[in-house]
């Protein structure tokens, strides 16, 4: 089968995961052909129209946002929704110049899209329940996005317990993505200052911005890193900070299970979906500063409290996140949508 994966960069994890999703199909016999418009082209998709699909597609697979422009009748269409970002929750986080964005374009380039998919796929609960509330005929399948387990897991040797009270190394938290306000990045330095210096935080530039925390004392850039970094990050960090707003399904999260550490993070859109709390993470309330602190700092008092929450993590990745998984229900989805 051969599948064409179009997209339109846009610097975060739907770049990230149809790569992944590229590479498991070949390992499976098809053909995963992929096609990257640059970032610019977002705010006119429907120029994508002119590329022409790779000479026998069976099955086009796109992002929400980019589905009309990548259509090419009579080739089935596959609309992926990694991000409802119509979402008037994600008003607040945006300026006025991307609500405007959003709401007059955005949602208009979505409709599209489902209008045109033969299929329709959320790749959480929380992002079928976003989109059946506001495009009601909609039905789309949940698919749980996945990660390659054989290369996120957990580190070779266990991790160290910090032991800043002996003057040893502080506690090390991590945080992963875009510095981005839907994020969370603007509480990111409220918290560390509660936290003090017993506890470090280290944090990537993401895919799309390569700015820093500035001010913040006990934190520290990782700067954009490859697979393998970003694989040792996770091995060497004790525990990921990510207080995101809105997330379709938290790759950061997914991949941080995997190598079997635990998370703290906000209880908005998915990401009870992605953490057990008070097994594989702590969930606490969106925007509550003094409640991210105090979860870190109980999981720092309590290491083999903080040890089984990792191994229990794994599992839970092992179960929930797996990349073969997800690769084998979108085979059966690519099947069915082919199907006179």
């Given at each position: 089968m051969r599948v064409w994966l179009p997209l339109i960069s846009t610097g975060g994890g739907a770049d990230v995961l149809?790569?992944?999703?590229?590479?498991?199909?070949e390992r499976r016999g098809h053909e995963g052909i992929p096609y990257l418009a640059?970032?610019?082209?977002?705010?006119?998709?429907?120029?994508?129209?002119?590329?022409?699909?790779?000479?026998?597609t069976d099955v086009v697979v796109t992002h929400s946002w980019f589905g009309a422009g990548f259509h090419r009748p009579p080739v089935p269409l596959v609309v992926i929704e990694h991000l409802f970002t119509p979402d008037p929750a994600a008003r607040p986080h945006r300026s006025p110049a991307q609500s405007l964005f959003h709401e007059v374009l955005v949602r208009r380039?979505?409709?599209s899209s489902?209008?045109?998919?033969?299929?329709?796929?959320?790749?959480?609960?929380?992002?079928?329940?976003?989109?059946?509330?506001?495009?009601?005929?909609v039905r789309p399948r949940v698919i749980r996005n996945g990660v390659d387990l054989d290369h996120f897991r957990p580190p070779p040797a266990p991790r160290a317990a910090?032991?800043?009270?002996?003057?040893?190394?502080?506690?090390?938290?991590?945080?992963?993505?875009?510095?981005?306000?839907?994020?969370?990045?603007?509480?990111?330095?409220?918290?560390?200052?509660?936290?003090?210096?017993?506890f470090e935080l280290l944090y990537t530039s993401g895919l799309r911005t390569d700015t820093r925390l500035e001010r913040v004392a006990n934190a520290r850039s990782l700067g954009r890193l490859d697979r393998d970094g970003m694989r040792r990050a996770y091995w060497e960090a004790d525990l990921l900070l990510f207080p995101s707003r809105m997330e379709g399904l938290p790759l950061a999260v997914m991949e941080a299970a995997a190598c079997g550490l635990p998370a703290v993070v906000s209880d908005a859109s998915?990401?009870?979906?992605?953490?057990?709390?008070g097994t594989t993470g702590r969930v606490c309330p969106a925007d509550d500063v003094a409640a991210f602190a105090a979860a870190v700092r109980a999981l720092a008092?309590?290491?083999?409290?903080?040890?089984a929450m990792g191994a229990a993590a794994r599992?839970?990745?092992?179960r929930a996140f797996d990349l073969e998984r997800m690769t084998a229900e979108y085979i059966d989805l690519f099947e069915e949508v082919r199907r006179p």
């Open positions: 149809t790569e992944a999703l590229r590479r498991a199909l640059a970032h610019h082209n977002q705010y006119f998709p429907w120029g994508q129209r002119r590329v022409p699909a790779p000479p026998g380039l979505v409709a489902y209008r045109r998919a033969a299929a329709t796929v959320a790749v959480s609960d929380a992002t079928r329940q976003q989109i059946e509330r506001h495009f009601p005929a910090p032991s800043p009270a002996a003057g040893g190394r502080p506690l090390r938290l991590l945080f992963v993505g875009n510095l981005i306000r839907r994020k969370g990045v603007d509480l990111l330095p409220p918290i560390m200052a509660a936290l003090g210096p017993d998915s990401m009870p979906e992605s953490v057990v709390d008092a309590d290491p083999p409290a903080l040890a599992r839970f990745a092992e």
